[in-house]
């Protein structure tokens, strides 16, 4: 049962971003625009952390960024470089090139709970995730290993609607929710239940950023 119905899940990400690609942002074409566009900048939210890196160029890793980051793409003072990735890149990728459209950052194959796997540990400046972990099967282990990935002194940040998959009934691939605590973020779903502050706290130190009806939070991974 749970297999089917992460197959089912899958199918519907499938779908979602198909027509999203078809109708080239369909409701929201100022943002395909600003995805297929290589001169976008970086949005404020992920440069406000790029700022206090004093480092000319930045290594970026966006964990479950669909067929097309949304980070933005250039800073004023910074050169960047944005690695993609996704666990369903090979289907994007086919349903891309199925309408001809070409993203200025293709996305990358590399699965959020294993990302060693295909990436040197400390090997990025910045990483982040945003709406894409409440999927996983083990989203705790994603943050660990995006962590991993991060260099000392450099951040990670995650950023998810709160309450997502309660919201919409556990509908297609979401798994997990995020959820604030006493202004602390927890992960949770039936039976189950992460305090992620504590779990991470022997990473690095955790910073939470108010934003309604988010759940959004920094860790600067601990230095050596």
């Given at each position: ?60 890793l966006d964990v479950g960024a669909g067929p097309m980051t949304n980070l933005g793409k ?90 997502e998959a309660r919201r919409t009934g556990y509908l297609g ?52």
């Amino acid at each position: 049962m749970f297999n089917l119905r992460r197959q089912i899940g899958v199918f519907l990400e499938s779908i979602y971003w198909r027509r999203w690609i078809a109708a080239a942002g369909g409701r929201l074409p100022q943002l395909y625009r600003e995805q297929m566009d290589p001169s976008t900048p970086l949005s404020a939210f992920h440069r406000q952390f790029i700022d206090r890196l004093p480092l000319p160029r930045v290594r970026i890793l966006d964990v479950g960024a669909g067929p097309m980051t949304n980070l933005g793409k250039t800073h004023p003072e910074k050169e960047i470089e944005i690695v993609a990735t996704d666990l369903l890149a090979g289907r994007y990728a086919r349903t891309l090139r199925r309408y001809g459209v070409r993203p200025p950052v293709p996305t990358v194959y590399a699965d959020a709970e294993n990302l060693a796997t295909v990436f040197a540990e400390n090997s990025f400046d910045y990483v982040t995730a945003n709406n894409s972990l409440d999927h996983c099967r083990d989203p705790l282990k994603a943050l660990v290993e995006m962590i991993r990935m991060a260099k000392p002194g450099c951040y990670v940040t995650v950023r998810h609607r709160e309450n997502e998959a309660r919201r919409t009934g556990y509908l297609g691939l979401h798994e997990w929710n995020f959820q604030l605590k006493n202004g602390m973020p927890f992960l949770w779903r039936a039976g189950e239940e992460i305090d992620i502050a504590a779990a991470l706290a022997p990473y690095g130190r955790l910073e939470v950023i108010p934003e309604d009806l988010h759940v959004v939070f920094a860790v600067c991974k601990n230095a050596g």
